[in-house]
Structures are given as C-alpha cells and as structure tokens.
Nanobody
Framework: QVQLVESGGGLVQAGGSLRLSCAAS????????MGWFRQAPGKEREFVAS????????LYADSVKGRFTISRDNAKNTVYLQMNSLEPEDTAVYYC???????????WGQGTQITVST
C-alpha cells in the first residue's frame, strides 16, 4: 500500500499558475503509474494526466493539453502537476492517484482544492 499526500492547492486568478505536489510513502514508488484526477462540484471525477515510472510516457486530457505538465521525481517519491493558463473551468478538487503496475489497483490522496477566479 502507498500513502499519498497532495499539496499546493489554493485560489488563483484566471491566467495564473499553480504547482501541485503529491508525496508518496510506503511501497516502492517506481511500482506505480502516477496520475492526477479532478472533480468539480456536481460532476464526476475525471482524468487529468498520468505519467509512467520512467517519465517517458505522459498522457493528458484534451482539456489541459498545452497548459498542464505532469512530472515525477522518483528520488523524492513525488509527482507534480504544473498548471499554467488556469481557467475558471479548472476549478475542482484535484486528487493524486497511484496505480500499481502489476495489479492495476489504485490508491488516492485526500485531494486539494483549486479555485480559479475570473
């Protein structure tokens, strides 16, 4: 099992930037594909981005392509989400996900709120 703690959320004006961090502890960080999801009020949780252990394969939702960048530092057991050109539609609770490579089971952090004002 891996434990995940997100940080870096907050309030930002449209057009601004934020960087989220997700620190993992427990099992070997390299055994997991790491991802970010978000859930806006009244909506289902949706995929934002994911990254493999090597960092060589990153995937993004169409809505964030070109604005968000996911990265990971395996030495620090941390995954990041750099968010630029934020829009009010990006307002949501952002969750870090660790998906085990072998079993595909997923574990989640507690979430961090991002609010983008106009």
């Amino acid at each position: 099992q891996v434990q995940l703690v997100e940080s870096g959320g907050g309030l930002v004006q449209a057009g601004g930037s934020l960087r989220l961090s997700c620190a993992a502890s427990g099992r070997t960080f390299s055994s997991y594909v790491m991802g970010w999801f978000r859930q806006a009020p009244g909506k289902e949780r949706e995929f934002v981005a994911s990254i493999t252990w090597s960092g060589g394969n990153a995937l993004y939702a169409d809505s964030v392509k070109g604005r968000f960048t996911i990265s990971r530092d395996n030495a620090k057991n941390t995954v990041y989400l750099q968010m630029n050109s934020l829009e009010p539609e990006d307002t949501a609770v952002y969750y870090c996900e660790a998906r085990a490579v072998v079993t595909a089971t997923a574990e989640w952090g507690q979430g961090t709120q991002i609010t983008v004002s106009t």
